[in-house]
């Protein structure tokens, strides 16, 4: 069965840089897109950035555009996320998803609901 592998998080400071991995266990054919969202403590999974499998179409919420990068390797089945000029609201657990099937709009890949798979989510904590 299909899984996602998620790594890359950790503690770091305000200013500082990480980037997130997620790479698919599996045959990766089907996917239409891949995606990160966050979700803070107490608060709703949100939407961070996202990108179709040809990596002609990139999403970013407007919290991070500019300040973190969305790509992906079609060969290593891995999607990356570089987060730049770190803020202390993006603490939060941070999750890949990928989009198997086809969608009528690439838009879809903004919003959690259109993802059939999910990683374990891994912690990103930025102090000020």
């Known amino acids: 069965q299909a899984h996602l592998v998620e790594s890359g998080g950790g503690l770091v400071q305000a200013g500082d840089s990480l980037r997130l991995s997620c790479t698919e266990s599996s045959d990766t054919l089907s996917t239409y897109g891949m995606g990160w969202f966050r979700q803070a403590p107490g608060k709703e999974r949100e939407f961070v950035a996202a990108l179709t499998r040809s990596g002609d179409v990139i999403y970013y919420a407007d919290s991070v555009k500019g300040r973190f990068t969305i790509s992906g390797d079609n060969a290593k089945n891995t999607v990356y996320l570089e987060m730049n000029r770190l803020k202390s609201e993006d603490t939060a657990t941070y999750y890949c998803?990928?989009?198997?099937?086809?969608?009528?709009?690439?838009?879809?890949?903004?919003?959690?609901?259109?993802?059939?798979?999910w990683g374990r989510g891994t912690q990103v904590t930025v102090s000020s």
């Open positions: 998803a990928v989009r198997h099937g086809s969608l009528t709009t690439s838009t879809f890949l903004k919003y959690d609901y259109y993802y059939n798979l």
